[in-house]
């Protein structure tokens, strides 16, 4: 199973941005790129939801509507790290967020938690009004 570490979250006002980032190790005879790696936050009371993903094979990005236009994902291969720059937070955006990693696959739903086997602890993602 893939470790995951995600760091970067915090308190912010809204209007400002937060850069997260997910760094994985052990990959198990699998290389960074076989794998999706994506983000997902949990509010309290709500389910958790898909925000952002990033296909290893081929590189194409997912995004909850919620935060197309506001938050980018991308990887540094060199580092084996997933970041989620997260642009113009609002309110709503407060949650934990957890990234997250599957062996990438044809007909894997990129911002479907229960597709994704590696999670890691989560952080923490507070922004003000």
């Known amino acids: 199973e893939v470790q995951l570490v995600e760091s970067g979250g915090g308190l912010v006002q809204a209007g400002r941005s937060l850069r997260l980032s997910c760094a994985a190790s052990g990959f198990s005879g699998f290389s960074f790129d076989d794998y999706a790696i994506g983000w997902f936050r949990q509010a309290p009371g709500k389910e958790r939801e898909g925000v952002s993903c990033i296909s290893g094979s081929d590189g194409m990005t997912y995004y909850t509507d919620s935060v197309k236009g506001r938050f980018t994902i991308f990887s540094d291969n060199a580092k084996n790290t997933v970041y989620l720059q997260m642009n113009s937070l609002k309110p709503e955006d407060t949650a934990v967020y957890y990234c997250?990693?599957?062996?990438?696959?044809w007909g894997l739903g990129y911002l479907q938690p229960g597709h994704f086997d590696s999670w890691g602890q989560g952080t923490q993602v507070t922004v003000s009004s």
């Open positions: 997250a990693a599957t062996i990438d696959r």
